[in-house]
């Protein structure tokens, strides 16, 4: 069985290895994972959003014109129709916060939240 480490050899340990070359590893590994979300899957997510307001535009136009004087299929129509747009609305909204999110708070505290320093 192993000798028990103290707390003070541990946090040598620690220290010592978030001194060394893997110290940058966490940051490039984050660097590398948020261009790849910025570049690839957000404009998808954007292709995605528009993609199904516009079958669903055409899906409430569609319904408007069948409704043939009927209030109640009419008004459904119209619910789709609105439903689609703030769908819209809110998916550009949130990708937008996502990015600012991105950009300006999780960019400069994710690389020292994954240091770890232990006091002596």
């Known amino acids: 069985m192993a000798d028990p480490v103290t707390l003070e050899e541990l946090g040598n ?11 940058s590893i966490p940051q490039q590994l984050y660097t590398k ?8 899957i ?16 055409f899906y409430g136009a569609f319904q408007y014109f ?3 004087g009927d209030e109640n299929k009419a008004t459904n129509a119209k619910k ?9 609305l809110i998916s550009f909204l949130a990708m937008g916060i996502a990015g600012m999110v991105q950009q300006n708070l999780v960019s400069n505290t994710v690389p020292d939240a994954v240091k770890v320093q232990v006091d002596k």
Request: glycine share 4%.
């Open 66 to 68: 069948t409704a043939y």
């Open 13 to 23: 340990q620690l220290s010592s290895v978030s001194q060394g070359p893997l110290d």
């Open 80 to 88: 789709t129709l609105t439903y689609a747009f703030v769908g819209l």
């Open 33 to 40: 994972i948020a261009s790849y979300l910025s570049a690839r």
């Open 42 to 57: 957000f404009p998808l997510l954007i292709a995605a959003a528009i993609t199904c307001t516009i079958i669903f535009v």
